[in-house]
């Protein structure tokens, strides 16, 4: 599986900006796919996630109300709608793919990841 991000940027405090990212190769082993970020010299964080199948979806407490998660099954891509933008919100934002078969945090239990793409929010 590949997943290819793209959409991050530099945005004003609450601006928005929305994330893709588009998966390919051996997609019928994805259930559910997610976005982290992690933020100069901190650990990876769970930012939200979506199951393939249903509309099943989780946030962290963190983003909830302001970030949106979809996804359209027929081009393959996950979308991560960010509004009222935060300079906390700054991080390098990864997807990733799990083959778990319910909606996680966990970093460990994504199983494919992309390149990360700068969101960058400035106060």
């Known amino acids: 599986v590949q997943l290819q991000a793209s959409g991050g940027g530099l945005v004003q405090a609450g601006g928005s900006l929305r994330l893709s990212c588009a998966a390919s190769?051996?997609?019928?082993?994805?259930?559910?796919m997610g976005w982290f970020r992690q933020a100069l010299g901190k650990e990876r964080k769970f930012v939200a996630a979506?199951?393939?199948?249903?509309?099943?979806?989780l946030y962290a407490d963190s983003v909830k109300g302001r970030f949106t998660i979809s996804r359209d099954n027929a081009k393959m891509t996950v979308y991560l709608q960010m509004n009222s933008l935060k300079p906390e919100d700054t991080a390098v934002y990864y997807c990733?793919?799990?083959?778990?078969?319910?909606?996680?945090?966990?970093?460990?239990?994504?199983?494919?990841w992309g390149q990360g793409t700068q969101v960058t929010v400035s106060s």
């Open positions: 990733a793919a799990s083959a778990f078969t319910t909606v996680t945090m966990k970093v460990a239990s994504y199983d494919f």
């Open positions: 190769g051996s997609i019928f082993s994805i259930n559910a």
């Open positions: 979506i199951k393939w199948s249903s509309h099943s979806t």
